[in-house]
T-cell receptor, first 118, second 115 residues
Framework: GAVVSQHPSWVICKSGTSVKIECRSL??????MFWYRQFPKQSLMLMAT?????????EQGVEKDKFLINHASLTLSTLTVTSAHPEDSSFYIC??????????????FGPGTRLTVL | AQKVTQAQTEISVVEKEDVTLDCVYE???????LFWYKQPPSGELVFLIR??????QNEISGRYSWNFQKSTSSFNFTITASQVVDSAVYFC????????????FGPGTRLSVLP
């Protein structure tokens, strides 16, 4: 199946710093990528939809100035958590939709990035 | 609106028992896709099955089977002869063509299989 990578797989940072998480589609082009957040013992919740070459669409309650998303190429989307605080500690997972396959369901998940803010 | 409900928060079974995880979904779309994912402690989502709304055939894959019933908006997952390695959180999820095309996840069911 299609492969999506995320980097880093885990990161620990100090409060107030910024952290960038990359999501890459390795063997297909992805015009659309989605970012999800999962707090401990909870489900995955959509944060934002990232479309290549345009601004991301954020879900209600997600601060766009805090979670900066850039989707500058068909294989890479980045999520930057700016001025991170302990409450931002979470598991961040991206999914990428294969641009060459028309089905809505042809999406693939990355392995996730665990962010811990001290 | 779209919603996925998994009524069982946690289930514990003894190895070799059969276990069924329930999933009920809500959508107004006529074309949609249902999924089950397994999430072990590592966190990575493991794809188990995808089913589109026009295919109500039940499916069996080894010890896993799925029962899709549109009449009750349910997509239940059964593990036969459970094993300790089946211990994980299982998520049922929904995608539809006309509502954002993102995954909508259920709250998950934590399955513990005891030796």
């Amino acid at each position: 199946g299609a492969v999506v990578s995320q980097h880093p797989s885990w990161v620990i940072c100090k409060s107030g710093t910024s952290v960038k998480i990359e999501c890459r589609s390795l063997d297909f082009q992805a015009t659309t990528m989605f970012w999800y957040r999962q707090f401990p013992k909870q489900s995955l919740m959509l944060m934002a939809t990232s479309n290549e070459g345009s601004k991301a669409t954020y879900e209600q309650g997600v601060e766009k100035d805090k979670f900066l998303i850039n989707h500058a190429s068909l294989t890479l989307s980045t999520l930057t958590v700016t001025s991170a605080h302990p409450e931002d500690s979470s598991f961040y997972i991206c999914s990428a939709r294969d641009a060459m396959r028309p089905g809505t369901d042809t999406q693939y998940f990355g392995p996730g990035t665990r962010l811990t803010v001290l | 609106a779209q919603k996925v409900t998994q009524a069982q928060t946690e289930i514990s079974v003894v190895e070799k028992e059969d276990v069924t995880l329930d999933c009920v979904y809500e959508t107004r779309d006529t074309t949609y896709y249902l999924f089950w994912y397994k999430q072990p402690p590592s966190g990575e989502l493991v794809f188990l099955i995808r089913r589109n709304s026009f295919d109500e055939q039940n499916e069996i894959s080894g010890r896993y089977s799925w029962n899709f019933q549109k009449s009750t908006s349910s997509f239940n997952f059964t593990i036969t002869a459970s094993q300790v390695v089946d211990s994980a959180v299982y998520f049922c999820a929904l995608i539809s063509d006309n509502y954002g095309q993102n995954f909508v996840f259920g709250p998950g069911t934590r399955l513990s299989v005891l030796p």
